[in-house]
């Protein structure tokens, strides 16, 4: 089964702080995907990154980066100098790639509040 | 704009009622899924088609049902609703649905209250 786990249900910081969102993951696929989307106030979802399992490198978009560790089952996402317009609901997700390949599977979210 | 519409934004209904969710997918994709976010459950896989044909079935009741038309738009029937049901129903939609690695794009969500 898949299962994809956020320990942290909810984290403030203040403004111009760094924060990580922590997401565990379990499946059984050796290759699957992974998925970082965000929901803010307004309550969409909002497409962030995916990454590949045979793809380890680490990416960094603008203030964003995800830090993907097979080892560890863990992909995290970092927020450098966050700002109070991060301020959401974050979702890690799983697609496998062979068994429940049709459905990506959510953990419970994170809710990130930035304090001006 | 992810370019996934969705219809209404707003529901409000009573218990025993049937209500139609409508979402039409984003130019191009054959894909539609439908998800359900309440409080306790989180997000939860309802059901997905792929150019008409349902192809994975999630956690949805016998009570809820949906279908692809030719157009690609989707409709989400729920029926003999309940409090419990109250929540915010997601479409999505992806390009194909064997491309895993294709992120899944959602629309802003229909927010169903069943008083």
């Known amino acids: 089964a898949q299962k994809v786990t956020q320990a942290q249900t909810e984290i403030s910081v203040v403004e111009k702080e760094d924060v990580t969102l922590d997401c565990v993951y379990e499946?059984?696929?050796?290759?699957?995907?992974l998925f970082w989307y965000k929901q803010p106030p307004s309550g969409e979802l909002v497409f962030l990154i995916r990454?590949?399992?045979?793809?380890?490198q680490n990416e960094i978009s603008g203030r964003y980066s995800w830090n993907f560790q097979k080892s560890t089952s863990s992909f995290n996402f970092t927020i450098t100098a966050s700002q109070v317009v991060d301020s959401a609901v974050y979702f890690c997700?799983?697609?496998?790639?062979?068994?429940?390949?049709?459905?990506?599977?959510f953990g419970q979210g994170t809710r990130l509040t930035i304090n001006p | 704009d992810s370019g996934v519409t969705q219809t209404p934004k707003h529901l409000i209904t009573a218990t025993g009622q049937r209500v139609t969710l409508r979402c039409s997918p984003r130019?191009?994709?054959?894909?539609v899924y439908w998800y359900q976010q309440s409080l306790d459950q989180g997000l939860q896989f309802l059901i997905q088609?792929?150019?008409?044909?349902?192809?994975a079935k999630g956690n949805i009741l016998e009570r809820f049902s949906a279908q692809q038309f030719p157009d690609l738009h989707s409709e989400l029937n729920l029926s003999s609703l309940e409090l419990g049901d109250s929540a915010l129903y997601f479409c999505?939609?992806?390009?194909?649905?064997?491309?895993?690695?294709?992120?899944?794009?959602f629309g802003n969500g229909t927010r169903l209250t069943v008083t």
């Open positions: 999505a939609s992806s390009i194909t649905s064997r491309d895993y690695n294709s992120p899944l794009h």
């Open positions: 499946t059984r696929d050796t290759t699957y995907y």
């Open positions: 088609y792929y150019n008409g044909e349902e192809r």
């Open positions: 130019s191009g994709d054959l894909s």
């Open positions: 990454r590949n399992s045979f793809d380890e």
């Open positions: 997700a799983l697609r496998g790639g062979y068994q429940g390949a049709q459905k990506l599977v």
